[in-house]
T-cell receptor, first 116, second 112 residues
Framework: GAGVSQSPSNKVTEKGKDVELRCDPI?????LYWYRQSLGQGLEFLIY????????KSGLPSDRFSAERTGGSVSTLTIQRTQQEDSAVYLC??????????????FGPGTRLTVL | GDSVTQMEGPVTLSEEAFLTINCTYT??????LFWYVQYPGEGLQLLLK?????DKGSNKGFEATYRKETTSFHLEKGSVQVSDSAVYFC???????????FGSGTRLLVRP
């Protein structure tokens, strides 16, 4: 079956603009995660969804970042008033559920965001 | 807090050489441990995992053993190929948590 897909694959924007990044999880996966991969910070967790609910938003780096998930499926990560330090690869992952110590997370190919 | 430490890269080897990439962790409890691989231009893929002490994860000729006494999960392969060139990430996940905590990644370059 299809894996996790993300769009766009690349996004170049100007400082101060808003951007939206999209993630389509694997069908039937109730849990969805956003991570960020940047040169200075490595791979860092941002937020997760169980269904449409995001119980823990503490990983979001600032209030310019927000995310939502609708219909228990597609998720959008929005960055408002982008800054150069937001440049990174944004990765989405999904899993059947969040419970269980070894519940495998399947990753999408990522969206490379460049803020000029 | 919980964390993962990996050896610095890049690691450059000749084809058929033996590979070790060191990974140690700090955790309050007993996490599940993972190795993910990121091939050039591709997303993260799970390579192998281990969920309890002394478990050995293996896949595609790679192995790693969960060592509670040394809090380690070193990745090994007996004979690397050019196609193994990638970035390798060690990660942990606590049973009570939902997020993966990653190491900084180790780039492997295998030369013919």
């Amino acid at each position: 079956g299809a894996g996790v897909s993300q769009s766009p694959s690349n996004k170049v924007t100007e400082k101060g603009k808003d951007v939206e990044l999209r993630c389509d999880p694997i069908s039937g996966h109730t849990a969805l995660y956003w991570y960020r991969q940047s040169l200075g910070q490595g791979l860092e967790f941002l937020i997760y969804f169980q269904g449409n609910s995001a119980p823990d938003k503490s990983g979001l780096p600032s209030d310019r970042f927000s995310a939502e998930r609708t219909g228990g499926s597609v998720s959008t990560l929005t960055i408002q008033r982008t800054q150069q330090e937001d440049s990174a690869v944004y990765l989405c992952a999904s899993s059947l559920d969040i419970s269980g110590g070894s519940n495998e997370q399947f990753f999408g190919p990522g969206t490379r965001l460049t803020v000029l | 807090g919980d964390s993962v430490t990996q050896m610095e890269g890049p690691v450059t080897l000749s084809e058929e050489a033996f590979l070790t990439i060191n990974c140690t962790y700090t955790a309050t409890g007993y996490p599940s441990l993972f190795w993910y691989v990121q091939y050039p231009g591709e997303g993260l893929q799970l390579l192998l995992k281990a969920t309890k002490a002394d478990d050995k994860g293996s896949n595609k000729g790679f192995e790693a053993t969960y060592r509670k006494e040394t809090t380690s999960f070193h990745l090994e392969k007996g004979s690397v190929q050019v196609s193994d060139s990638a970035v390798y990430f060690c990660a942990l996940k606590m049973d009570s948590s939902y997020k993966l905590i990653f190491g900084s990644g180790t780039r492997l370059l295998v030369r013919p």
